[in-house]
């Protein structure tokens, strides 16, 4: 397997995180997606990474399709349960993340895409997108609660998915302060950095 991805995306970041906690063996192909000369959409029409590559050279995507396959690759770690409601919540906890960096890029892309003028830049857009950053950031909170992990006693791939969009917001947007209100969700930050899989896929 091959996955095709940037150090700083987080999507590929998360794709990254389950590889290595499943300890499953994949080459890692960096390609800058922005570049004019990507040749992505080879592999992925959306012109969009993460993109893993199998073994006959048939492409997968999105990081929630290819995250999904992995943990079926190997019983070591089961990142996502098999079936029922545990399932749906830890989808649910990769829904709410995933849409953290989606309004975040969102609002990044707005203010930086070099395709856009100055004057095309809307701010109102971006507070748009920030407030879905921040409100959700808040329900993550409420919904970790006291809890040792986002759901049951044991990693799963809901904390991946939320330690990814808090780096990445501390990546991109280090003026958003969300520990300060927010000191469970940094307890559970911190554990997860301690872990070789985040500590070895921090964005530069
Ligand atoms: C999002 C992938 C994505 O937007 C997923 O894989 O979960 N829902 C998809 N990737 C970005 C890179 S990044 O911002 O992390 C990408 O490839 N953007 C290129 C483009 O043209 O939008």
Not at 118 to 125: D, E, F, G, L
Not at 164 to 187: H, M, Q
Not at 191 to 201: E, V, Y
Request: glycine share 6%; aromatic share 8%.
């Amino acid at each position: 397997m091959k996955l095709i991805g940037s150090i700083a995306s987080p999507y590929v970041r998360k794709v990254r995180v389950v590889l290595a906690e499943k300890k499953l063996d994949c080459e890692f192909v960096t390609e800058d997606v922005w570049a004019s000369q990507t040749t992505i959409a080879e592999s992925n029409p959306l012109g969009k990474v993460p993109c893993l590559i199998m073994e006959a050279s048939e492409a997968m995507y999105d990081s929630r399709v290819i995250v999904e396959y992995l943990d079926t690759l190997s019983p070591v770690g089961k990142l996502i349960p098999a079936v029922g409601r545990e399932r749906a919540e830890v989808k649910t906890w990769e829904a709410m993340a995933d849409g953290v960096l989606d309004a975040a890029i969102l609002a990044r892309l707005e203010a930086t895409w070099a395709g856009r003028t100055k004057a095309q830049r809307s701010p109102a857009w971006i507070e748009r997108q920030l407030g879905k950053v921040r409100a959700t950031v808040k329900a993550m909170g409420q919904g970790l609660g006291d809890q040792p992990y986002c759901v049951g006693i044991y990693l799963s791939l809901a904390d991946i998915a939320v330690g990814v969009a808090l780096g990445y917001i501390d990546f991109r947007f280090p003026e958003i302060d969300w520990r300060t209100d927010n000191p469970n969700l940094l307890k559970l930050y911190d554990k997860l950095m301690l872990r070789a899989s985040f500590a070895d896929t921090r964005p530069v």
